[in-house]
């Protein structure tokens, strides 16, 4: 009996421990599940905490990571280097470097190129009149797409259309240039004419071409030379939709109308009549802002007026083309460095840039507001050039009118060097530039 009783007393003394050792390991275990859920929190937090950092780090690396932006561009260098460095300045900061580069034959470059984003360009800079060929080719992409329009609400509206193909604005307009009425101040007597019926007359009395001494003296069988006239009278060489307008009645009068000027114009060749002018042999020219370097090589004493002060017998003043130097941004590049191309955009239109290029290189800024600069003002030729952009037709940005310049000088030439009969040549080179245009297609 005092076996049992030891016995039960040992496997009672056995339970009461395993109970406590149990109820030991329940709390162990709870607090370990508390521990571990606290841990875990706390993990979590610094994971998040970690992640976020990581995450700003990222950002701020990527926001300020230097981008380089490359420009083609087949211009005048000095130009270029102007631009590169004022854009440059501005956006050191963003750590955007933009380097132009001169391509020669640049449009053939950009149809190798213009979908490389290994090889080509990331923006060009080039006239306007080839927007049409590159926007078909689908290489850009529209500016609207990269910068807002408010960007661009000081710039000449002229200088919009031109960087505009079939609704869609494909460059940002820097500067332009147009014919002007160049003259020597030495050689002109009395006040200028404000008409062309006035100019014409003062032509009559001042020409003598048996001694060789003019008036005035154009490229009168030049298409881009005559264009005013035939703008001015409403007609045209092509229109916006690439039909030829060559027998146009407007054009056809426009051309007759010229004629007369062109009899007391010298041959109307490009050496002849700068040579007349440079040699003080001729009072006035109409040129461009291209000649004016060998004019004060000359040492002429050259005064400027717009042509758009010239009034036709129809009202309207003489309407020359207008030529627009603009940048564009390649689809590619708008792909992978959208951010730097706005600034790059937004930065080409500020008014200091275009004061910046009116004063170390004559162009006529496309922003309106750099002619508030008091030295700008004071630039003869960039102010007319300003003027002129009233009546300016921007030079026919579509493919086709590559086609047109030979159908429209052959014209000029039968009627102003062969006597032609103006109608029966106008029908004849219609016809030719309609083949012409079509070849293209």
Not at 95 to 116: A, H, R, S, W
Not at 293 to 298: F, K, P, T, V
Not at 396 to 411: D, F, V, Y
Request: hydrophobic residues 40%.
């Amino acid at each position: 009996m005092k076996k049992r009783r030891s016995f039960a007393l040992c496997l009672a003394l056995i339970l009461i421990v395993g109970s406590l050792a149990g109820c030991g390991k329940k709390n162990s275990i709870k607090n370990t599940s508390s521990n571990s859920k606290n841990n875990a929190v706390e993990a979590t937090t610094d994971d998040t905490s970690t992640d976020q950092t990581k995450e700003a780090d990222e950002q701020t690396t990527e926001e300020t990571k230097p981008v380089s932006i490359t420009v083609w561009h087949d211009g005048n260098e000095a130009i270029m280097q102007t631009i590169q460095d004022y854009i440059n300045n501005k956006l050191v900061e963003d750590k955007i470097t933009v380097t132009f580069e001169k391509k020669t034959g640049l449009t053939d470059q950009l149809k190798l190129y213009g979908n490389d984003s290994n090889n080509g360009p990331d923006m060009y800079f080039y006239a306007h009149d080839s927007l049409g060929m590159f926007a078909e080719m689908g290489i850009l992409s529209p500016v609207t797409d990269v910068v807002d329009t408010s960007a661009m609400s000081d710039l000449l509206p002229m200088t919009v259309d031109a960087c505009t193909y079939k609704d869609t604005q494909y460059m940002i307009p820097v500067y332009f240039e147009t014919l002007l009425f160049m003259y020597n101040k030495d050689l002109w007597e009395g006040d200028m004419p404000t008409t062309t019926d006035g100019l014409y007359d003062y032509m009559v009395a001042h020409t003598d071409t048996k001694v060789g001494t003019y008036a005035v003296v154009n490229q009168h069988s030049t298409a881009y030379n005559v264009a005013p006239y035939i703008n001015g009278f409403g007609g045209y060489i092509i229109d916006k939709d690439a039909k030829a307008g060559l027998n146009e009645q407007a054009t056809k009068d426009a051309i007759t109308y010229n004629k007369k000027f062109a009899d007391l114009e010298a041959d109307g060749d490009y050496n002849t009549v700068t040579t007349l002018f440079n040699e003080s042999k001729a009072a006035a020219i109409i040129g461009g802002p291209w000649l004016v370097s060998g004019i004060n090589d000359a040492g002429i004493n050259l005064g400027i007026k717009s042509l758009a002060s010239f009034t036709l017998p129809n009202g309207n003043a003489l309407a020359p083309y207008s030529g627009v130097q603009g940048i564009g941004a390649l689809k590619h590049a708008v792909d992978s460095k959208k951010e730097a191309l706005a600034k790059v955009l937004t930065a080409i239109t500020d008014k200091d840039l275009g004061i910046a290029l009116a004063k170390t290189a004559n162009c006529a800024p496309a922003n309106t507001t750099s002619y508030d600069d008091a030295e700008v003002a004071a630039n003869e030729m960039v102010v007319a050039m300003k003027e002129t952009a009233a009546s300016a037709v921007p030079m026919p940005n579509i493919p086709e009118m590559s086609a047109m310049w030979g159908p429209t000088e052959s014209l000029l030439a039968a009627v102003n060097k062969s006597g032609e009969d103006v109608n029966k040549a106008a029908d004849t080179y219609q016809e030719n530039a309609i083949t012409a245009i079509k070849d293209m297609q």
